[in-house]
């Protein structure tokens, strides 16, 4: 999880200029072949086309992934990106018990 956070946020460039994007979750299959991860996007107009950009680079990302852990799995899964969007669930739970 850490060295897919650093790869979107450090080494792939123009999903999101000014955004700021963190892993907050992943998921992968008991046999490697497949990962879910799940970001949380702040600063974007729209969340749901940074994450379709990310989506549509993954195989880039794996790529960067595989270099990073190739001595420790002998499979890099693929991966499959979703927005997280608890943070904003949180954040509309606390301004509606403000209000009251």
């Known amino acids: 999880m850490r060295d ?11 999903l999101a200029p000014g955004a700021m994007i963190t892993v907050t979750k992943v998921n992968v299959a008991p046999d490697l072949s497949f990962a879910k991860a799940y970001l949380s996007i702040f600063n974007a107009d729209d969340k749901a086309e940074v994450v379709e950009k990310v ?7 794996r790529g ?5 852990v190739r001595h420790q799995l002998r499979i890099v899964p ?3 990106f979703y927005l997280d ?3 904003d669930y949180i954040d509309n739970i606390e301004n509606l018990l403000k209000e009251n």
């Open 55 to 61: 989506n549509i680079r993954s195989r880039e990302i």
């Open 78 to 80: 693929q991966l499959r």
């Open 85 to 87: 969007d608890s943070l």
């Open 4 to 14: 897919l956070s650093e790869i979107i946020t450090q080494e792939i460039t123009g």
């Open 64 to 68: 960067l992934l595989g270099q990073r």
